[in-house]
Nanobody, 123 residues
Framework: VQLQASGGGSVQAGGSLRLSCVSS????????MAWFRQAPGKEREFAAA???????NVADSVKGRFTISRDNAKNTVYLQMNNLRPEDTAVYYC??????????????????WGQGTQVTVSS
């Protein structure tokens, strides 16, 4: 499985970005997908996850601003980020759960990772 993330960039506080992650393979629709992020000098942290039937969950720090969605026909998961803040600056990684039809927000449950896309928010 290969994951290709895109859509990052530099925006001012209050702006928006939409990240995309395209997955190879035929089994995309059976797996939960997630976005994690890693700021300089910090651990990689959970941002949002979505299960196989599009039930989603986002971290408290982004609740009300970020929305995760998926299009199984396109093997793609999205992260819509609105009202961005400087503290959202990080490299954003998409990932796939280890187990089909399993949902988690724990990093250890995700084994395939995209290459990351940089998001920079200036004040």
């Amino acid at each position: 499985v290969q994951l290709q993330a895109s859509g990052g960039g530099s925006v001012q506080a209050g702006g928006s970005l939409r990240l995309s992650c395209v997955s190879s393979g035929r089994t995309f629709k059976s797996y939960s997908m997630a976005w994690f992020r890693q700021a300089p000098g910090k651990e990689r942290e959970f941002a949002a996850a979505i299960n196989w039937s599009s039930g989603g969950n986002v971290a408290d720090s982004v609740k009300g601003r970020f929305t995760i969605s998926r299009d199984n026909a396109k093997n793609t998961v999205y992260l819509q980020m609105n009202n961005l803040r400087p503290e959202d600056t990080a490299v954003y990684y998409c990932s796939r759960n280890r187990v089909a039809y399993s949902f988690s927000t724990q990093r250890s449950m995700y084994d395939y990772w995209g290459q990351g896309t940089q998001v920079t928010v200036s004040s």
